[in-house]
Each structure stands twice: as C-alpha cells, then as structure tokens.
C-alpha cells in the first residue's frame, strides 16, 4: 500500500480522460417554410396599431400580453429550448439516489463508521481483477474513496464502474457490490470533513506528479456476506 492507503500509479500510462464534445451551430434555416417563387401581390403598409399579418389579435387579458397597439418585438418571438445551466453537487439533480440495498444491521453501520480500510476491487481491461487496500468513509449511505486520477482503478473505473468492497475482517466478514460514480474537484464539503474527523488528512490535496485528485462514490447494489464467513 503506498500513499496512506492508495495503490502507486503507473506514470508509463496516461489517465483516460472525457472531453466533453461540441454540438454544431443551429443553421438558421432549419424548421422554417419553403418560399413559393409564384409572384404574390405584395401587401400594403399596416395601418398604426394593427397586428402584422399572419399573427392572432393578441388577448390583452392575458398575463404578459402586450399593450394594443404596442410594436411587436424579438421578445415575443418563441424562443428555442435553452440548455440547463450547470449546478454544483447538492443541487437536486446531483442528489444521490436511494441505495437499493441499505446497511444489514446496526453492527454493519458500526463497522463502516469505525473501520479504517476497505478492499477495493476493479476490473482490468483483460477481466482480470485489481484489487487495492484504501482509506474509505461511508456516508449519505455511500462509500467515498479518494485517489490520484492516474491510479489504476481510477482506468478501470472509468471503463467499467461494477466494483467490490471488503472489509478487512475475514472472521466477520462485510462484502459489498456497487457502482461507482468518479467525481472532480471541489469535492462535497461534508465528504472532506468527513475524512478530515475519520484520518486527519485532507482527501482533496493532490501529490507532486500524481495528476489531479478524484473522488470515488459508490452506490452499495447488493451485500454478499455480513458477518459469516463462508
């Protein structure tokens, strides 16, 4: 185990990293009506305070309805749908989901809160398992992992987010299945906080050389053991 909990990463190998694509410009022309090239006598100037052609006597009754009278405007125009703004995690749609298993028993949430270390285990490109000791928190009915964006499960992860949790004792065992979710810089407040009270050490301080620190949420699925061995 090397970097207080945390397997080494592997320089030699570049982290796999999204870029977010751009969507193509709107071509102006889209949706609107094909012009008819027969010739068309052409309409008189509208009289002051008449509605422009084509377009329904608007209902003064209305909220938001303009003066009778008043100009038509790029305002009254109908808008295209805007993208939604960017939120920072606690928004509600940032909100963790329910776990479809919660923590078996009392003794089980005991062992989350007291316990120090956990094995995580990832799969490798080839199938073949990774599995690595680290520093965890278990809170907001999550796990939470820090780790160095380079590290090996942090690849793996990103390509296929299934992982296993166990915990160290084999007499009593705790083993969990759940997906993960790999989450950047600023991490949730609550989740530092958490790990500053549980290890004295601040999950969100990067390492010279290590890249950029992520944080791994986990979403217990299933429990397979607790607290018989088998």
């Known amino acids: 185990m090397c970097g207080k909990g945390e397997e080494c990463w592997?320089?030699?190998?570049?982290?796999?990293?999204?870029?977010?694509?751009?969507l193509?410009?709107?071509?102006?022309?889209?949706?609107?009506?094909?012009?008819?090239?027969?010739?068309v006598p052409r309409p008189g100037p509208p009289r002051p305070g008449a509605p422009l052609a084509?377009?329904?006597?608007?209902?003064?009754?209305?909220?938001?309805?303009?003066?009778?009278?008043?100009?038509?405007?790029?305002?009254s125009e109908p808008r295209p749908p805007q993208p939604e703004a960017s939120q920072p995690f606690g928004a509600p749609h940032a909100s963790p989901a329910p776990n479809t298993s919660p923590v078996p028993d009392s003794?089980?949430?005991?062992?989350?809160?007291?316990?120090?270390?956990?094995?995580?285990?990832?799969?490798?490109?080839?199938?073949?398992?990774?599995?690595?000791?680290?520093?965890?928190?278990h809170h907001l009915g999550r796990w939470w992992i820090g780790s160095d964006e380079r590290a090996v499960k942090i690849r793996n992860i990103r390509r296929s987010p299934t992982v296993s949790l166990a915990l160290e004792d084999g007499d009593h065992p705790l083993v969990a299945e759940g997906t993960t979710r790999v989450l950047t810089t600023p991490f949730p407040p609550e989740i530092v906080a958490a790990f500053?009270?549980?290890?004295?050490?601040?999950?969100?301080?990067?390492?010279?050389?290590?890249?950029?620190?992520?944080?791994?949420?986990v979403r217990t699925v299933r429990w397979l053991l607790a607290g018989t061995a088998q």
Not at 13 to 18: L, M, P, T
Not at 24 to 39: C, M, N, R, V, W
Not at 196 to 217: H, M, N
Request: charged residues 20%.
């Open 196 to 217: 500053r009270e549980k290890y004295g050490w601040d999950v969100s301080a990067s390492r010279p050389g290590a890249g950029a620190r992520v944080l791994l949420e």
């Open 24 to 39: 193509p410009a709107a071509d102006p022309a889209d949706g609107l009506p094909q012009q008819s090239t027969e010739a």
């Open 107 to 137: 003794g089980a949430a005991t062992r989350l809160a007291r316990e120090r270390n956990v094995w995580l285990c990832t799969s490798r490109a080839d199938g073949t398992p990774h599995v690595t000791p680290v520093w965890f928190v």
């Open 54 to 75: 084509g377009r329904p006597e608007p209902d003064p009754t209305l909220p938001g309805a303009p003066l009778p009278g008043a100009p038509a405007s790029a305002a």
């Open 10 to 22: 592997d320089e030699s190998v570049n982290a796999h990293q999204d870029t977010p694509g751009t």
